[in-house]
């Protein structure tokens, strides 16, 4: 009988570890919100996925619902000199405009995206702090019964969470700015070339981009499986900051990060990340 016993025990030891997996495993596939882009910005499971490659951005890559005409006209390839280094044509070699910097934590671990466009409102002379904009202006789902292009999957509140793209952040300056009697409008410019946001940067016009929480690792991208069945391509660490500025004689760019500070950045990686995460930009004027 004791034999008998000590068989079971060490049977079930021997199982154990395998239905802890499965359990975690059911936990976190289906509750998008827990584990997934962490406070770095980049999730658990994007920081073990060795399998990932690098793509070039086409068409076919895009998010599945991702206007195609809104990003085609950033399909292609910006023009660089002998170097490689991004051809800006502007009469200033040096701008940077005020943009008094926000954190996104600890209250926001993976808010960069409302942090970002709180950042933008400030300057504009809005006094809004970015929880009221994520607790009242931030379309959220828990689940993947949306796309990160309408929603903010997950919760911004947490440590470990998803995050969504420029058309969300476009609504929700949209329906701000309407509450607030604004004369501006936000406008999704995403896919437009690097001329197009030197440009706005030019005129006084800070730019929401997508771009890296982890300047110098290269972009993968993991297919996540939409409760439409549709197939979406995240990109890893993925992140939102603001650009506020530009030195031509460097070939650098000064992006208010939300997990940082105001930083100087090189133009021709800046450029890249830009390319990598879709094109992806708002401005509010």
């Known amino acids: ?58 068409e076919a890559t895009l998010p599945a619902g991702l206007d195609a005409d809104i ?46 466009l709180t950042m933008v409102l400030n300057y504009l002379g809005y006094n809004v702090s970015k929880t009221y904009m994520a607790d009242n202006y931030l379309d959220r789902l828990e689940t993947f019964d949306g796309s990160f292009y309408d ?4 919760n911004p509140y947490e440590s470990a969470s998803w995050g969504c793209f420029a058309p969300a952040i476009t609504r929700s300056a949209s329906r701000f700015l309407a509450d607030n009697n604004s004369p501006l409008k936000a406008h999704n410019i995403s896919g437009a070339p690097l001329q197009t946001l030197f440009d706005e940067i030019s005129d006084g016009n800070p730019v929401i981009v997508w771009s890296t929480s982890k300047w110098g690792t290269p972009t993968t991208y993991s297919s996540i499986r939409l409760n439409d069945n549709t197939v979406f391509n995240w990109p890893s660490n993925e992140h939102c ?22 930083v100087e950045r090189d133009l021709t990686e800046f450029a890249a990340t830009y390319s990598a995460y879709y094109r992806q930009a708002v401005v509010i004027k």
Do not use: W
């Not at 900051?241 to 105001?262: H, M, Q, R, W």
């Open 151 to 154: 929603y903010y999957i997950g």
């Open 241 to 262: 900051v603001v650009l506020t500025g530009f030195n031509l004689e460097k070939n650098t760019v000064f992006i208010a990060d939300p997990l940082s500070d105001i």
């Open 71 to 116: 990003y085609s006209s950033g399909m292609h390839e910006d023009a660089t000199d002998e170097a490689g280094r991004p051809l800006i044509k502007s009469m200033q070699l040096y701008m940077l405009i005020p943009v008094r910097h926000i954190a996104q934590n600890p209250e926001l671990p993976t808010g960069c995206e409302i942090t970002s």
């Open 1 to 58: 009988m004791r034999y008998i016993m000590k068989k079971k025990a060490a049977v079930f030891m021997a199982i154990l570890p395998v239905l802890l997996f499965i359990i975690i495993y059911v936990y976190f596939a289906y509750n998008p919100s827990k584990g997934l882009r962490g406070a770095s910005g980049a999730s658990a499971a994007e920081e073990t996925a060795g399998s990932d490659t690098s793509v070039t951005i086409t």
